[in-house]
Structures are given as C-alpha cells and as structure tokens.
C-alpha cells in the first residue's frame, strides 16, 4: 500500500511561483513513477508532469514546459513541482499521482487504478 501526501498551493497572483510536494510512504515508495495531475470543475482531470523512479526522466505538459519543473529526492520519496510564470489557466487542484508502472502515470486511463494524494488547491488570480 502507497500513501501519498501532498502539501503547498495556494493563492498567487499572475506571473508568480508556487511549490508542490508530494510526499510517499509505503514498501514500494522508492520505485515508483510520480507525477501531477490537475483538475477543474467540470473537466477531467489533466496530466501536468510526471518523473520516473530514478529521477532521470522527466515528462511535463506541452501548456507548462518550460514554466514548471518536476524533481525528487530519491531519499526522502519527495517529489516536487515547482510552478514559475503561473497563469490563471493554472488553477486547479493539483493531485499527485504515483505507480508502479510508469505508463500509468504517463498515459492515465480512467480505467486505471493508481495511488493518488488529497489533492491541493492552486489559485492563480489575473
């Protein structure tokens, strides 16, 4: 069993920076495929950035490239996104997404059973 917790978010104006990090706990919490996904009202739920368990290989979004930036402390099973030139399009609740098999967190299926955090909210006001 995978528990994830999350923390950071919050409310920022257009052009700032917030920080999410996504701590997991559990016998396989250093081999898993972490990610973030994002969600608004009435849409589903969005794929934002994912890394793999070595921490080499990072994915993100084509609307966050080079604004967000997914890493991990391998030792503390700390995944982190840090969020610059954040845009109102940005808001969202922001759930961290872990797994064993890395497609899953790549290429997220409804129909996938995968761990997921509490969810944090991100506000970006214009």
């Known amino acids: 069993q995978v528990q994830l917790d999350e923390s950071g978010g919050g409310l920022v104006q257009a052009g700032g920076s917030l920080g999410l990090s996504c701590a997991a706990s559990g016998h396989t919490a250093s081999r898993l495929a972490m990610g973030w996904f994002r969600q608004v009202p009435g849409k589903e739920r969005e794929f934002v950035a994912a890394?793999?368990?070595?921490?080499?290989?990072?994915y993100y979004a084509d609307s966050v490239k080079g604004r967000f930036t997914i890493s991990r402390d391998i030792a503390k099973n700390t995944v982190y996104l840090q969020m610059n030139s954040l845009k109102p399009e940005d808001t969202g609740v922001y759930y961290c997404?872990?797994?064993?098999?890395?497609?899953?967190?790549?290429?997220?299926?409804?129909?996938?059973?995968?761990?997921w955090g509490q969810g944090t909210h991100v506000t970006v006001s214009s």
């Open positions: 890394i793999m368990w070595r921490g080499h290989n990072t």
């Open positions: 997404a872990a797994d064993l098999e890395p497609r899953k967190v790549l290429n997220y299926r409804p129909e996938d059973t995968i761990y």
